[in-house]
Protein backbone atom coordinates (compact mmCIF):
# COMPACT_ATOMS: atom_id res chain seq x y z
CA UNK A 1 0.00 0.00 0.00
CA UNK A 2 1.21 3.51 -0.91
CA UNK A 3 0.24 6.96 -1.14
CA UNK A 4 1.51 9.86 -3.22
CA UNK A 5 0.24 13.22 -2.02
CA UNK A 6 0.59 16.13 -4.33
CA UNK A 7 -0.52 19.82 -5.24
CA UNK A 8 0.70 22.15 -2.05
CA UNK A 9 2.13 25.14 -2.56
CA UNK A 10 1.82 28.80 -1.79
CA UNK A 11 -1.74 30.86 -2.26
CA UNK A 12 -2.72 34.18 -0.82
CA UNK A 13 -5.74 34.48 1.57
CA UNK A 14 -8.84 33.47 0.04
CA UNK A 15 -7.44 31.40 -2.84
CA UNK A 16 -8.19 27.71 -3.41
CA UNK A 17 -5.80 24.92 -3.82
CA UNK A 18 -6.47 21.18 -4.93
CA UNK A 19 -4.51 18.18 -3.21
CA UNK A 20 -4.42 14.62 -4.83
CA UNK A 21 -3.67 11.97 -3.43
CA UNK A 22 -2.74 8.76 -5.33
CA UNK A 23 -2.63 5.09 -4.15
CA UNK A 24 -1.63 1.82 -5.39
CA UNK A 25 -1.70 -1.64 -3.99
CA UNK A 26 -5.60 -1.20 -3.06
CA UNK A 27 -8.67 -0.41 -3.78
CA UNK A 28 -10.75 2.91 -2.75
CA UNK A 29 -13.87 0.44 -2.09
CA UNK A 30 -12.04 -1.28 0.46
CA UNK A 31 -9.98 1.95 2.22
CA UNK A 32 -10.86 5.18 3.73
CA UNK A 33 -8.98 7.77 2.52
CA UNK A 34 -8.39 10.99 5.66
CA UNK A 35 -6.42 14.11 4.88
CA UNK A 36 -4.74 15.07 8.12
CA UNK A 37 -2.32 18.65 8.63
CA UNK A 38 0.43 19.41 10.94
CA UNK A 39 0.83 22.99 11.23
CA UNK A 40 4.06 24.57 13.30
CA UNK A 41 3.40 24.25 16.85
CA UNK A 42 0.01 22.96 16.34
CA UNK A 43 -1.10 18.90 16.92
CA UNK A 44 -1.95 16.57 14.19
CA UNK A 45 -5.68 17.37 12.83
CA UNK A 46 -7.95 15.52 10.69
CA UNK A 47 -9.73 17.58 8.30
CA UNK A 48 -11.31 14.84 6.26
CA UNK A 49 -12.42 11.96 5.30
CA UNK A 50 -13.90 9.79 2.49
CA UNK A 51 -15.28 6.57 3.48
CA UNK A 52 -14.25 3.61 2.03
CA UNK A 53 -17.42 1.78 -0.03
CA UNK A 54 -19.81 4.60 -0.82
CA UNK A 55 -17.54 7.33 -1.08
CA UNK A 56 -19.33 9.35 2.44
CA UNK A 57 -17.50 12.10 3.27
CA UNK A 58 -16.69 13.66 6.88
CA UNK A 59 -15.39 17.11 7.35
CA UNK A 60 -13.92 18.44 10.51
CA UNK A 61 -15.73 22.00 11.43
CA UNK A 62 -12.70 24.12 10.37
CA UNK A 63 -12.63 23.17 7.23
CA UNK A 64 -16.15 22.79 6.60
CA UNK A 65 -17.95 24.70 3.90
CA UNK A 66 -14.76 25.16 2.52
CA UNK A 67 -12.76 22.32 1.63
CA UNK A 68 -14.30 19.03 -0.68
CA UNK A 69 -13.14 15.78 -0.65
CA UNK A 70 -13.77 13.29 -3.74
CA UNK A 71 -12.64 10.65 -5.51
CA UNK A 72 -11.36 11.45 -9.22
CA UNK A 73 -10.28 8.71 -10.19
CA UNK A 74 -9.96 4.98 -9.52
CA UNK A 75 -7.12 5.23 -6.87
CA UNK A 76 -7.68 8.76 -6.75
CA UNK A 77 -8.58 11.08 -4.06
CA UNK A 78 -8.85 15.11 -4.68
CA UNK A 79 -9.15 17.66 -1.55
CA UNK A 80 -10.82 20.81 -3.29
CA UNK A 81 -9.86 23.58 -0.42
CA UNK A 82 -11.73 27.26 -1.50
CA UNK A 83 -11.82 30.52 0.92
CA UNK A 84 -8.57 29.70 2.18
CA UNK A 85 -7.23 31.51 5.22
CA UNK A 86 -3.63 32.12 7.19
CA UNK A 87 -4.23 29.01 9.57
CA UNK A 88 -4.94 26.62 6.74
CA UNK A 89 -1.29 26.64 6.84
CA UNK A 90 0.03 23.27 7.42
CA UNK A 91 2.12 20.18 5.96
CA UNK A 92 -1.00 17.80 4.89
CA UNK A 93 -0.92 14.30 4.49
CA UNK A 94 -3.03 11.25 3.32
CA UNK A 95 -3.83 8.36 5.09
CA UNK A 96 -5.67 5.00 4.59
CA UNK A 97 -8.17 3.13 6.71
CA UNK A 98 -9.39 -0.41 5.66
CA UNK A 99 -12.64 -0.80 5.72
CA UNK A 100 -13.29 2.49 7.49
CA UNK A 101 -16.86 3.86 7.04
CA UNK A 102 -18.06 7.04 7.46
CA UNK A 103 -21.51 7.58 8.58
CA UNK A 104 -23.23 10.62 10.50
CA UNK A 105 -21.66 9.20 14.04
CA UNK A 106 -18.66 9.31 12.36
CA UNK A 107 -17.07 13.02 14.78
CA UNK A 108 -13.58 12.78 14.70
CA UNK A 109 -10.66 11.62 12.83
CA UNK A 110 -8.13 9.02 14.63
CA UNK A 111 -5.28 9.21 13.23
CA UNK A 112 -4.41 5.74 14.58
CA UNK A 113 -7.43 3.69 12.57
CA UNK A 114 -5.36 5.08 9.27
CA UNK A 115 -2.26 2.35 8.64
CA UNK A 116 -0.57 3.57 5.64
CA UNK A 117 0.35 7.18 5.09
CA UNK A 118 1.79 9.44 2.42
CA UNK A 119 4.34 11.99 2.32
CA UNK A 120 3.44 15.08 3.38
CA UNK A 121 2.49 18.01 0.81
CA UNK A 122 3.03 21.62 2.25
CA UNK A 123 -0.07 24.30 1.77
CA UNK A 124 1.03 28.27 2.52
CA UNK A 125 -1.81 30.67 2.98
CA UNK A 126 -0.66 34.29 3.05
CA UNK A 127 -2.08 37.21 4.22
Known amino acids: VQLQASGGGLVQSGGSLKLSCTAS????????IGWFRRAPGKEREGVSC???????TYYADSVKGRFTASRDAKNTVSLQMNSLKPEDTAVYYC??????????????????????WGQGTLVTVSS
Open 50 to 56: ISAGDGS
Open 95 to 116: AAAEMLFVDTDYTMMNPDDFQS
Open 25 to 32: GFTLDSHA
